[in-house]
């Protein structure tokens, strides 16, 4: 459940920066990366939500091919446009793009920084099971 919460609250934050770049008219910042962060992540926050409220019957019917093929498409879309923030990310720093500095801007990388220590993680598992 909490991060379910932190997923919904991260992406709020990066929605919250791509509309004030976009407010800003941050021309360095709006690019197919901002439009497409702008669609998907309102589209993710509600999933999260859903998630949330229904995930008890989610798993009840998580064998079903109703579920299961809306549930891939979302988790594909999902890891595109985790690789879009980070890519994103990239590119404002690389454009030193003055206009989009801000704090939030450091939630787009949230998923490489969880990817990291993740990975991390099972390195050192993998070192401690083996001795």
Not at 3 to 31: G, M, P, R, W
Not at 33 to 38: A, T
Not at 50 to 69: A, D, G, T, Y
Request: hydrophobic share 55%; proline share 2%.
């Amino acid at each position: 459940m909490y991060s379910v919460l932190v997923s919904i609250a991260l992406n709020a934050i990066v929605l919250k920066y791509v509309l004030e770049n976009e407010q800003k008219n941050c021309e360095c910042a709006l690019t197919w990366h901002h439009r497409f962060i702008k669609f998907y992540a309102p589209i993710l926050i509600f999933m999260l939500f859903v998630n949330l409220l229904f995930k008890n019957e989610m798993q009840r019917n998580k064998n079903k091919m109703l579920v299961k093929v809306p549930l891939g498409i979302i988790g594909l879309v999902s890891l595109v446009y985790s690789i879009t923030l980070i890519v994103y990310f990239f590119r404002l720093h690389i454009k030193e793009c003055k206009c989009a500095e801000d704090w939030k801007r450091f939630a787009l990388i949230a998923p490489l920084v969880i990817f990291l220590i993740v990975l991390l993680f099972l390195v050192l598992l993998s070192l401690f099971l083996r001795k």
